[in-house]
């Protein structure tokens, strides 16, 4: 009689795979716990942009000089020079946050004065934004007109600078919008657009909004404030105008 | 590979990690130390509504958990090496619904969160579960 075949033992559940599993299922439980707080919690706030106008803000630079892309006295002894993007959402919260107060204490008075220093460097929405904004020049409003367009920015390169934006915007703050749109497709704004991209890659602009000060004809330096309050340009100016 | 060599990979991607989520962190908290680039999307994403979990920055959490991976690998034991695979396996989860946000939801890329979501947390899982799952030395 042949032997009987012995039964194998119950196989014990391997111990790594056993407690690889209770990770996962942890980890599961977790990473569902915090995605369903997210969604509900997160998922239900506001993701959606201002629509304010940009009108409101012209009263900051009513009786102020412009000058092209400059705003301010013509033989102000600072230049402050800002490269900016009008998509940026950090330049945007720059024009809302030190930009005024900038204006009021340092330009209004003739110590200082700015220069809109446009590149664009986000996508297309960042071209042709840039290219209205220079047109405006034109017409003595690009600061009112910038100022707009900040205010009502969009989601990055979604398509949000459409003809129809632009000129909205361009009628509030008062500029001949058959005109702007000629002066936007012309070859002067092109050579402006490229000799400011020139500019900013000679200087080694990394972003923006970059910040560099120039005083009376001499070499721009760049300049880092630790944020955009007024408290963080005060010293910057203070320095510049003592030189 | 030795379980040493796993424990000191898992312990370099986990600096890595805390070096990422620590400046994220930081400039949740102080957004002006952020500028656009080219690369697109900067504050976007750390603006979104996406970015706070119940009013934790998403960024503090992921500081946490990589400092927690930190401290677990540094203690040599099993019920260590199983906290540190959960840790791993929840990143890796949690990195998967954080980049699907930023494809579809934010329309927006944030450079340093893609690469702490598709090079650090997938590296820190694939090393965790094989930490986990090597036959022990004798």
């Known amino acids: ?243 | 590979m030795s379980d040493r060599a796993l424990r000191i990979a898992i312990a370099v991607v986990a600096v890595a990690g805390v070096a990422v989520a620590g400046y994220l962190t930081y400039v949740h908290y102080q957004p002006d130390a952020l500028i656009c680039t080219s690369h697109g999307g900067c504050e976007t994403v750390q603006k979104s509504s996406y970015a706070e979990l119940a009013g934790i920055p998403v960024a503090l959490l992921g500081l946490l958990a990589w400092s927690a991976v930190l401290v677990l690998v540094a203690w040599d034991s099993e019920l260590a090496r199983t906290l540190v695979a959960a840790v791993a396996l929840g990143a890796a989860g949690f990195a998967i619904y954080l980049v699907t946000l930023q494809a579809f939801v934010i329309d927006a890329w944030c450079i340093w969160c893609m690469v702490n979501d598709l090079v650090l947390v997938p590296l820190l899982a694939i090393l965790a579960i094989w930490r986990t799952l090597r036959t022990p030395e004798a």
């Open chain 1, 1 to 243: 009689m042949p032997p009987k075949p012995r039964k194998p033992p119950p196989r014990r559940p391997d111990p790594r795979k056993r407690n690889l599993l209770i990770a996962g299922a942890g980890a599961a439980l977790v990473v569902a716990i915090l995605v369903v707080v997210s969604v509900v919690v997160a998922g239900g706030g506001d993701s959606g942009t201002t629509t304010t106008s940009g009108a409101a803000s012209s009263a900051l630079f009513d009786g102020i000089p412009q000058n092209g892309t400059e705003l301010g006295a013509k033989n102000a002894p600072v230049t402050f020079i800002q490269f900016e993007d009008l998509q940026c959402p950090i330049c945007r919260s720059y024009q809302e946050d030190g930009f005024s107060d900038i204006v009021r204490e340092y330009v209004r008075p003739g110590k200082v004065k700015l220069r809109f220093a446009g590149i664009a460097i986000l996508g297309q929405d960042s071209e042709k934004a840039l290219r209205y904004a220079l047109a405006a020049a034109n017409q003595g409003k690009l600061w009112e007109y910038v100022a707009a367009i900040y205010a009502n920015q969009g989601e990055e390169n979604t398509g949000w600078v459409t003809d129809d934006v632009l000129e909205r915007l361009a009628k509030d703050v008062g500029l001949d919008w058959t005109q702007l749109q000629k002066d936007a497709a012309s070859a002067e704004v092109t050579r402006q657009a490229q000799a400011t991209a020139a500019e900013a890659g000679q200087l080694g602009v990394p972003g923006t909004p970059t910040f560099f000060v120039k005083i009376g004809n001499g070499k721009p330096y760049a300049v880092q404030p630790t944020s955009f309050s007024i408290d963080s340009f005060r010293p910057i100016f203070a320095d510049a105008l003592s030189q």
